[in-house]
């Protein structure tokens, strides 16, 4: 199963994109990715997947890459209810709900 | 709101014990798959149930059961426990295929 490499913390400020990186250079062709955020105490929540073309829904934009070795998850105009931890995760018919989320990346929004 | 829904929120056992989770799935969700939280950690895959059947599991060791009724609830059943099993429980449905994940806001079980 592919995994992601994310970076462990990112700040972004009010107002402003928030843009996060994960790395999922051993995705399979048939392997979709998927993020997730989970605020403090709460289950996580779904933001968006997608398998090679960019996405977009009133939460987030996905990019990824040609390659699809790497992808970027966007948070257009980030507010502090966006401070959380976000997963980028590799998911297949073959891993069904048998997501691997790893340690994510915390991002704070600050004021 | 994801529909999915766990009790109960907080939990306390002593060493040795036997405890049992509950979660009731959104209607129509026919898989539903259980994760341990430690602290600071994310969601580790213990398994999944479909129509009742277990079709998954993580590595986790037999004293880690489940069952899933007919009505989308399911259970999660944990034998002998020990300290390491203090940890965050999340329940999480789904349709068939591959649908978003949607998860409960979890049980968070104290072992002392």
């Known amino acids: 199963d592919a995994k992601t490499t994310q970076p462990p913390s990112m700040d972004c400020a009010e107002g402003r994109a928030a843009n996060l990186p994960c790395n999922h250079s051993?995705?399979?062709?048939?392997?979709?990715v998927y993020w997730y955020r989970q605020i403090h105490s709460q289950g996580p929540q779904y933001i968006i997947h997608?398998?090679?073309n960019n996405e977009t829904n009133k939460m987030a934009s996905l990019i990824i890459t040609e390659d699809r070795k790497s992808s970027t998850l966007i948070l257009p105009h980030a507010t502090l209810r966006d401070t959380a931890v976000y997963y980028c995760i590799v998911r297949s018919l073959n891993t069904g709900n048998q997501f691997y989320f790893g340690t994510g990346t915390s991002l704070t929004v600050i004021p | 709101e994801t529909g999915v829904t766990q009790s109960p929120t907080h939990l306390i056992k002593t060493r040795g014990q036997q405890v049992t989770l509950r979660c009731s799935s959104q209607?129509?969700?026919?898989?539903v798959s259980w994760y341990q939280q430690a602290l600071g950690q994310g969601p580790q895959f213990i398994f999944q149930?479909?129509?009742?059947?277990?079709?998954g599991r993580g590595n986790f060791p037999p004293r880690f059961s489940g069952l899933q009724f007919p009505n989308y609830s399911s259970e999660l059943n944990v034998n002998a426990l020990e300290l390491d099993d203090s940890a965050l429980y999340l329940c999480?449905?789904?349709?068939?295929?591959?649908?978003?994940?949607?998860f409960g806001n979890g049980t968070r079980l104290t072992v002392t």
């Open positions: 051993t995705i399979s062709g048939n392997e979709y």
């Open positions: 999480a449905s789904s349709g068939q295929g591959l649908p978003p994940l949607h």
């Open positions: 209607s129509g969700h026919n898989t």
């Open positions: 149930y479909y129509r009742e059947e277990e079709n």
């Open positions: 997608g398998l090679k």
